[in-house]
Structure formats: C-alpha cells, structure tokens
C-alpha cells in the first residue's frame, strides 16, 4: 500500500491489520520486563487472583497493537506519530489469543499554524479470534500533508 | 509500605516511584519489537526525522512507567489493575533519560453495585532527570475494600 498524506485520509476510512498470535512465553516475558504482577506471570497463582488465570498486561496489549499498526496497520507517510490518546481494555488477552486491529478514522483536521501538517483522530480496536474486543484505542496521530 | 485499599486512598494523596535509567540498547530492543520505526531504532536515521534523534516509543514510556508504578510506585492489595486511562507524550523519552513518576489521587468511588470493590483515578506524570512531564497518564484502576 501507497505511503498516506493527509489530504489521503478522510473519516470513516477503515485499516484492518494484519494477526499476532500471542502466547504464555510472550505473556510472562513482557510482564518480567514491565508489569511483574502475580496475573501475568504465574499460571497457579493467576487462578487466584481477578483474572481466573494468566492474562497479558494491558500495556502488552497496547504494544501488540502498535506493532500491528506500524507493520500492516496503517502507513502513515513518514511514520506512525502519536501525540496520545485514551484506551480502555473490555476483557482479558489470554494466551493463544489471536489479536487484529481494525482503524477506523474518526477525524482529519489541518493544522492552523503549520501548513505542511495536520492530525488525525483514529479508534483502533484490537479484537480476539472470536472477535471480541480486548482493547478500544483512540489516538491522535501526526500526519504530514503532500510535499 | 503497606499494602493499600481502598480505605486507604484519599483524593489528593501522591506517591513517588523509584527511578528508571533509559539507554538506546533498551529503546531500540523494544522498538524491534512492538515499534519497529527509523525513529525508535538507529540514530543517524532518527536524525532526520520529526524527532532530530533517536527517542523511546510513547508506548515503550508507558510500559516503564507501568514498571515504576508496580515495583514502586503505589502498593495496592492484589496488584495494579487498570480499567483504562488517557495519555500523552508532552515531549520526546531519550537516550540517558532517567525517568521517574509521581502519582496523585484524582478521585476515590465505592462500586454501587459490588460492595468489595471500588475504583480510584490516578494521574500518573513521568519526569525525565530535569523533571520534564514525557508521560501524562490519567488511569482508573480496581481498587479491593479491606475484607
């Protein structure tokens, strides 16, 4: 697919990405890392806790996303800049999950005060192979206008 | 530090993490792998772009983040569990940031219908060592009643 401008965007347009199988050793690797928690570590003790079993960490599943995006997701000329944004997670990710994300513009806005640029608003849902939502995702993200 | 519940929170309290040291090895090995963008991974090439240098991705800030928090940033009983939250990324993560949060209570709500549980909203800023905001994070987390 041809690299996006701004002036390529316009709401309502949808990407679907491409699928990242995730797996326990992906699961407790991330969490080791970056969210060292009982639930995202330890099958046995995940049993016991809100989770009824291991569960990837929110902000693993926010990655997994962003590597979905930035390799099949959406391409963006020039890269995928993101200035924030707000998610929430609907349900656990679980090991064998099979994660896709589809994006949907929701916004194309020109910058008042620098004309080679301009925003754009995107919800990505990041959904299992049963189709289940596991994380909902706005974000506003740089995108240059043709040179 | 005791292990906190939601008895314990009140709307204005802060908590201050312990500190992470970020290098371009720990950047780049997380953009190989959930951001794989010129930018996040080889310096020269960072050079000419948006960010003139290389920077962690937004969501490699967010994982350390959640990493000060969980090792050192706010003890809850049965772990840091996030509904969801809103972010951004005021100003690039670099190479030799050492990065570090400060958390505020912004509100404390009992669950209407789940009398064991409640929610608290916290705003989560990361500093870099000049106590530049890279990260502002506002979260709403699970939060157990003492039992």
Known sequence: MAELYLEDFAVG????SATHQLDAGQIKAFAAQFDPQPFHLDEA???KTFFHGLAASGWHTAAITMSLLVRSGMPIAGGLIGAGGELTWPRPTRPGDVLQVESEILAVTPS???PERGMITVRSITRNQKGEAVQDMTTRMLVWKKP
């Open 13 to 16: 347009q949808r990407f679907l």
């Open 45 to 47: 003790l995940a049993e």
């Open 112 to 114: 008042r005060s620098k």
